[in-house]
DNA sequence: CAACTATATAACTAGATGGTAGTATAGTTG
DNA sequence: CAACTATACTACCATCTAGTTATATAGTTG
């Protein structure tokens, strides 16, 4: 990317997929669906979110064309359609891995600073 | 990822990560600083947003630790921290190419069947 | 220090989004 | 067809978010 100039129709799209990506409840539907296919049921139970919740979360993955369903009998099953899904959230991994180890680096070597009033006065940043 | 059930924590980390990403705006900022690093009134011609916005956008992606800044005088210099941004970029890119190819390919052979009656031949960007 | 420039912040508004409760639909089974 | 089950949908509320305008801050220059 970033080579030729997006168009604005196209910058929508890109983060349109970004945004569907940007919730822990999808993400753990898609971390559920990744061994493989499940009903609806496995997904609400696997994630704890309510059957409503969820059907309305996978509607957005499926419109998203993330996962794909099928239905068997009264049970719909939902699966991975666009595994690149995974890829991605490896890369976010990776740079949020790198991102917190580079941030305690910056600190003062007092391991117990940390999350929640952290950072002192140091950098002007 | 998936291969290890991440806490809630840590979800709710990626997807902000995400979510940082999932606006047109920063998406045209982070493409703006990809040659290198521009001064706030560069990214505001850039991408035609108001000073405010971009500047309000810019923090988000400070804070997110996705882009650094320098102060010179009276400007201010961003740039990018994390590159990785571009690679989650392209894989959607990709992603959404296939989509949309797909889609295609499964539509009737009638060219003129599409979205809202866009997109002419030419270039698909 | 006064006037100026570049950037950041505050307060506000309109629209999007996530969650819930209740209901509707599709399919099965007696 | 009636009763039942699994899933989807609707309406609603609370919260969040992007954008705007106006103002504040940091740094420069006369």
Do not use: W
């Amino acid at each position: 990317m970033a080579s030729k100039p997006l168009s604005d129709k196209t910058m929508e799209l890109v983060a349109e997929r970004f945004r569907v990506l940007g919730d822990p409840v999808r993400l753990r539907l898609l971390q559920a669906l990744e061994p493989g296919e499940k009903s609806v049921a496995e997904l609400v139970e696997a994630t704890g979110a309510s059957q409503a919740n969820v059907s309305k979360h996978l509607q957005l993955l499926l419109r998203a064309g993330v996962v794909e369903r099928r239905r068997e009998g009264l049970f719909v099953y939902y699966s991975i359609r666009d595994a690149r899904v995974f890829q991605l959230c490896d890369v976010v991994c990776g740079s949020l891995a790198e991102h917190y180890a580079r941030e305690l680096s910056e600190l003062p070597a007092t391991p117990a600073t940390r999350t929640k009033r952290a950072r002192r006065p140091g950098r002007s940043n």
